[in-house]
C-alpha cells in the first residue's frame, strides 16, 4: 500500500458543493465521488471526466455489499471497472458492510457478524472484487448503533479481514469516534489492534448528537476529538490521503470546509521526520 500515490488533501464532490469546488480548485487537492452516482448516468459521466481533467479522482462505493451472502451483481462490478479506468483513479473504496440480502435492499449499511469464518470469506470476496476491477481497493470501517455479541472486536475484526486479504484500509476517523463513544470503548486501543500500516486514506466529519447517542450524519465541522484521533494515526503510520465528508447542513461560507482541508493536509504533512522515510 505503501506504493500508492500521496494525494493529499480532498473533499467529498457533491452537487451541492459542485460550483464552489470548481472556484476553489487550487485549495482542493483531490476530489472522492460516490461511486453509484456515476456507473450508469453518461451525461453525469461525461462531468466527471471534466473533473478527472482536473483533480485525482476516486470513486467512494455505498451499494458493493461485500459482505452479502451472494456475490456482487456482474454489470455493477463492469460498470465500477469502467469507471476507475475512465477517472485513472489510484484506488476505489467501498465499505465493510453488507446493504441487502437476497430478497431485500437494506437502504443501510449494515454490521456482520464479527466472526473469523465471516471475516475471512468477506477477505476472499474483496480480492476477488480487487482482481475483477483491477485497482487498489480500500475497505471502510462504518458506524452502527445496535452492537450484538461476537466474538471479535471491531478492531480485531477488521484485523482479521485484512491478514487475509491484499486491501488497504479507509480508516474513518469520525466512525471511530462515534464507535468508541456509542459503545464505551477507547479509540486507542482501537488503534492499538489494527495493522496501521495497511491505512491508505481517513476520512473525517462532524457528527449529530441525539439524546444518549452521536450519530453517523456527515453534518457539523469536524469536531475536536476526530482532529486528535486524526494526529495520533499521522503520528503513528502514513497517510497517503484524507478526505473531509458532508453531506448536510452545507455551511453558507465554503471557506469552513476549504479550512478543514487545509487543515487535514496541515496534519497530515505534520508526520514526524523520522517517520516519513517508511511514507
Ligand atoms: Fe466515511
Known amino acids: 500500500m505503501g506504493t500508492l500515490p500521496r494525494l493529499g488533501s480532498g473533499l467529498g464532490y457533491r452537487a451541492e458543493l459542485a460550483e464552489d469546488i470548481d472556484l476553489h480548485a487550487d485549495r482542493i487537492d483531490w476530489l472522492e465521488v460516490i461511486s453509484e452516482h456515476f456507473l450508469f448516468a453518461r451525461e453525469a459521466r461525461e462531468r466527471l471526466r471534466e473533473l478527472a481533467r482536473r483533480f485525482p479522482v476516486v470513486p467512494h462505493g455505498v451499494e458493493l455489499s461485500i459482505g452479502s451472502d451472494r456475490e456482487p451483481d456482474a454489470a455493477y462490478l463492469e460498470a465500477l471497472a469502467s469507471l476507475v479506468e475512465d477517472v485513472d483513479a489510484p484506488w476505489f473504496s467501498d465499505h465493510l458492510c453488507f446493504t441487502r440480502t437476497d430478497e431485500v435492499a437494506l437502504g443501510l449499511l449494515a454490521p456482520l457478524p464479527r466472526t473469523r469464518q465471516v471475516a475471512r470469506r468477506l477477505a476472499g470476496r474483496a ?153
Open 127 to 279: 480480492d476477488w472484487v480487487r482482481r475483477t476491477v483491477g485497482r487498489p481497493f480500500l475497505l471502510e470501517n462504518i458506524t452502527y448503533y445496535v452492537d450484538l455479541a461476537t466474538p471479535l472486536t471491531e478492531a480485531q475484526f477488521i484485523a482479521e479481514v485484512l491478514e487475509h486479504c491484499d486491501c488497504g484500509l479507509l480508516l474513518d476517523v469520525a466512525n471511530l469516534d462515534i464507535n468508541a463513544r456509542n459503545h464505551g470503548f477507547d479509540p486507542l486501543d482501537f488503534l492499538d489492534t489494527l495493522p496501521l500500516e495497511r491505512v491508505v486514506q481517513v476520512h473525517l466529519a462532524g457528527a449529530g448528537e441525539e439524546e444518549e447517542m452521536t450519530l453517523d450524519t456527515h453534518s457539523e465541522a469536524v469536531p475536536a476529538r476526530v482532529w486528535d484521533l486524526l494526529e495520533e494515526v499521522v503520528a503513528r503510520t502514513p497517510v497517503q490521503a484524507a478526505l473531509i465528508e458532508r453531506d448536510a447542513n452545507f455551511p453558507d461560507d465554503f471557506t469552513e470546509l476549504l479550512d478543514e482541508v487545509g487543515r487535514a493536509r496541515t496534519v497530515l504533512a505534520s508526520r514526524p521526520a523520522e517517520l516519513i522515510g517508511g511514507a
